[in-house]
Nanobody, 124 residues
Framework: QVRLAESGGGLVQAGGSLRLSCALS?????????????MGWFRQAPGKEREFVAS????????YYSDSVRGRFAVSRELRANTIYLQMNGLEPEDTAVYYC????????????WGQGTQVTVSS
């Protein structure tokens, strides 16, 4: 099965930085190699709904960001490693959340693979 494994979360003070990583591995039930359209990051804070953070097109590398993180976060990818990163700078307490990695396979209408999440806590 397809797996997404996030890592890099932790506890930091306001103004600090963290880099999250997400490695895509395995194969879908069909047994065919995974073909990815895009991968992205989402987050969910306590008592709030999951929200989009950033994404990157797999082939072209075009990036997208939510207004709340634009200018502070940067998403990147390593194609051959099937890995994406989220560099988070200038972290704020409002960034505290569980961060999830997601992938959209070719043929899928939306993100169809999700990781288990990694906790990011920013203290004031």
């Amino acid at each position: 099965q397809v797996r997404l494994a996030e890592s890099g979360g932790g506890l930091v003070q306001a103004g600090g930085s963290l880099r999250l990583s997400c490695a895509l591995s395995g194969r879908p039930a069909s047994g065919r190699p995974v073909s990815t359209v895009a991968m992205g990051w989402f987050r969910q804070a306590p008592g709030k709904e999951r929200e989009f953070v950033a994404s990157i097109r797999w082939s072209g590398g075009t990036t997208y960001y939510s207004d709340s993180v634009r200018g502070r976060f940067a998403v990147s990818r390593e194609l051959r490693a099937n890995t994406i990163y989220l560099q988070m700078n200038g972290l704020e307490p409002e960034d505290t959340a569980v961060y999830y990695c997601a992938a959209q396979s070719v043929g899928a209408k939306s993100y169809n693979h999700w990781g288990q999440g990694t906790q990011v806590t920013v203290s004031s």
